[in-house]
């Protein structure tokens, strides 16, 4: 990482070692598609005239959670 930035919300141990910024980046854009294949499945459905399940909806905002709790990281007192 450069001296200009300085990411926040990443914990202390990623930041330690660069193998660990790879898994941590792969656990987001896994989350990321998990909530964009859940979008267009439902689009999909729309699309069919067929009734989308509540299921999509709540992995869509478990995916969106866990994103904005990974990111979000912890508060720094």
Known sequence: MSDDVQPA??????LQDKRSMYLYMIA???MVA???IAVIGA????LFERTIPG????????AVGAIATMLAG???G
Not at 55 to 62: A, F, L
């Open 9 to 14: 919300s990443l914990p202390d141990q990623v």
């Open 74 to 76: 912890q508060a720094r």
């Open 34 to 36: 998990i909530g964009l």
């Open 43 to 46: 689009i999909v459905l729309a």
């Open 55 to 62: 299921e999509v909806w709540t992995i869509v905002g478990t």
């Open 28 to 30: 987001v854009i896994g």
